[in-house]
């Protein structure tokens, strides 16, 4: 399975998910989007990580992506009515 998934990339709520993609890589296909990565990247050699920065696009981005590439799209850190 391919997933898109988006949100910080930093703090303790996504390190699990991160690590749960990286042990799990021959099953699912993780595609990382974030603002800005703060882990070591060695340790995630599985995952395809994409720090995009400020970007005003992003929502277009996301959608077009996953349309597109993928089977899931999550938006890590989103809370409430979108």
Not at 9 to 16: K, L, Q, S, T
Not at 22 to 31: F, V
Not at 48 to 69: A, F, Q
């Amino acid at each position: 399975m391919r997933l898109l998934m988006t949100g910080p990339g930093y703090g303790h709520n996504i390190h699990p998910w991160l690590e749960y993609f990286q042990r799990n890589s021959q099953e699912h296909q993780l595609y990382f989007l974030c603002s800005e990565f703060r882990f070591d990247n060695d340790d995630f050699g599985a995952l395809e990580i994409v720090e995009y920065g400020k970007r005003p696009t992003l929502p277009l981005t996301l959608g077009t992506l996953w349309r597109e590439r993928f089977d899931v799209l999550y938006i890590h850190g989103a809370y409430g009515p979108l």
